[in-house]
């Protein structure tokens, strides 16, 4: 286990390849023909039937169902609590190579099936064939990172040494866990943030997205099929109130890891604040919420067609459902003119049509709810600004918005302050390099940004002053790789967690200092 290779980035797929193409259609095939079952809770690695389900169904043709799921009630996650709890005894006493040995072997797996995974988040959140791919290697990076994360804090720590004393530092678990991922990197951060806890001595109860359980499903059973043991992970599917509510305040819960909206991060944080009757310890929470993110583009940038073409692949890229993804474009009035028409192009030539398609570059949003909030959005942006691509929405067979660009937006209207979730782009003009700087840093949030110059000092002030998690100079601000950017946010973006980071894992332990005093011959 000490000898493992270097981490190395999960290769993403070439489509182009006639093989790679085939395998995928293939995958997708296998995959429907799964269409329709109903899935468990699974408590202890006692599956659970018979409760009343709710369907998953596919955002691209909405009448198709493709699982059904139990609803979890109280009393489940109570149980699932308890199974944890008792499982967390025995598991947190397992050497570190073996917690590590876990991830690994569900990483071989994962590799083995990356496009049946794939193509499920096709099916279920809409993703693309390449967006689709890449949250699947992610899922692997998550694996083979963490796996080796693990083997380092669970090594000696240095301390400094006295004569008088042996002096050790060790990381121990903190104990049960509340896992609640968003359904938009459904299976990559519903993995990573699972994965990241049970690697550390951890257990889970997960509670997958309403939006995405069917993808939660089949990675929890790739788990077990690793060789998780009953009760270090306990899949409890359910709505947020029946079972994400009680899980978040129950007092035998340690830690709560959530990724999603601002709303319901704050919303968690509050009760995890609470110290109900028999709790011991202050509850951790590590969020990661929203984002407003922006992308400047500064007069000095004479390669205009690739700064384009990041901001419309941020932009737009799954339907602009990433908490990573442009929202805002600041541009410099001495190039506005020049620039904006080249996005509206580029935006304009984007696919629409069901993931399925292997040219289709612009699938559905997640579902009929963000969809009409999206339109809302889109018609009072269209007061605000100056509609120049898209704002339609179609709605016959799935929930597809068009890829829209609103310019001429203050900086402070709404949609250049409120995270919308979906394929719109406000587009602000700034009088100067400093003039975008205030407007990129003017919202709640801090998560991505991006800048595009050439000019190196405007560079180097960016990198002082755009106060963001994760900033990225001359390229797209979407797309962060694990091991190389690792992500989170500063304000109310979140708890800036560093997922994919060498800090991460950190989060999901507690020190312990043990001094022993040396006898005297």
Same mark, same amino acid.
């Given at each position: ?8 980035n ?32 699974v408590i ?19 009448d ?10 109280? $009393?489940?996650?109570? *149980? !699932? @609590? #308890? ?9 947190? /006493?397992?050497? +570190? ?36 791919? $890449?949250?699947?290697? *992610? !899922? @692997? #990076? ?9 083997? /380092?804090?669970? +090594? ?12 050790r ?24 943030m ?11 109860v ?43 305040q ?6 709560i ?73 600041i ?26 398609a ?84 003017d ?18 002030r ?26 989170g ?20 332990l ?12």
């Open positions: 286990m000490t000898n493992l290779p270097e981490f190395k999960e290769a993403l797929t070439d489509f182009s390849k006639p093989e790679h193409r085939s395998a995928m259609e293939r995958a997708l095939q296998k995959v429907k023909g799964e269409l329709g079952r109903e899935y468990p809770l202890n690695g006692r599956k659970v039937t018979g409760l009343k389900t709710f369907d998953s169904i596919n955002p691209s043709h909405k198709e169902i493709l699982g059904r799921f139990q609803k979890g009630t109280k $009393a489940h996650v109570e *149980e !699932a @609590i #308890d199974a944890a709890a008792a499982a967390f005894e025995k598991w947190k /006493r397992e050497p +570190a190579a073996t917690r590590a040995g876990l991830l690994l072997k569900a990483a071989k797996l994962l590799r083995e099936r990356k496009h049946e995974f794939s193509a499920t988040m096709v099916y279920e959140v809409g993703k693309t064939w390449p967006e689709a791919d $890449a949250d699947t290697a *992610e !899922a @692997i #990076d998550f694996l083979e990172f963490y796996a080796r994360e693990a083997l /380092r804090w669970g +090594a000696d720590h240095p301390t400094t040494r006295i004569e008088s004393e042996h002096n530092l060790v990381y121990i678990p903190l104990g049960v866990g509340a896992v609640i991922p968003p359904w938009n990197f459904p299976l990559a951060i519903m993995a990573g699972t994965t990241a806890a049970i690697v550390t001595g951890n257990t889970v997960l509670k997958p997205s309403s939006d995405a359980p069917w993808i939660a499903y089949r990675f929890f059973a790739l788990l077990e099929e690793a060789g998780m043991p009953p009760g270090v992970g306990n899949f409890v599917s359910g709505s947020g109130g029946e079972v994400g509510d009680p899980l978040t129950s007092p035998k819960v340690r830690f890891a959530f990724t999603g909206s601002k709303e319901v991060g704050l919303h968690i944080n509050e009760e995890a604040a609470k110290v109900p009757k028999g709790q011991l310890w202050i509850k951790r929470v590590i969020a990661e919420m929203g984002g407003k993110d922006a992308i400047i583009v500064d007069r000095e940038t004479s390669n205009l067609d690739e700064a384009a073409a990041a901001v419309v692949a941020s932009a737009f890229g799954f339907q602009g459902q990433k908490c990573s993804a442009c929202s805002r474009l541009v410099d009035e001495a190039i506005y003119d020049k620039f904006v028409p080249m996005v509206v192009e580029k935006t304009k030539k984007l696919k629409i049509g069901p993931p399925e292997a040219d289709s570059q612009v699938g559905p949003v997640v579902n009929e709810k963000a969809m009409k909030k999206i339109k809302e959005y889109i018609d009072k942006g269209s007061k605000e600004g100056r509609l120049v691509a898209g704002g339609n929405v179609q709605a016959k067979d799935g929930f597809y918005v068009e890829p829209t660009v609103i310019a001429d937006v203050d900086p402070h209207a709404t949609i250049a302050q409120e995270e919308i979730f979906g394929p719109v782009l406000a587009v602000m003009k700034a009088k100067d390099f400093d003039d975008a700087l205030r407007i990129a840093n919202t709640q949030y801090g998560l991505t940004g991006a800048v595009f110059t050439d000019n190196e000092e405007k560079l180097e960016a990198s002082e002053e755009f106060f963001v998690g994760n900033l990225y100079l001359n390229r797209k601000c979407t797309g962060a790789l694990v091991g190389v950017h690792p992500f946010g500063f304000n109310m973006s979140g708890t800036d967690s560093k997922a994919g980071g060498r800090d991460y894992l950190g989060l999901f507690q020190a312990k200092s043990i001094a022993k005093k040396i006898k005297k011959s």
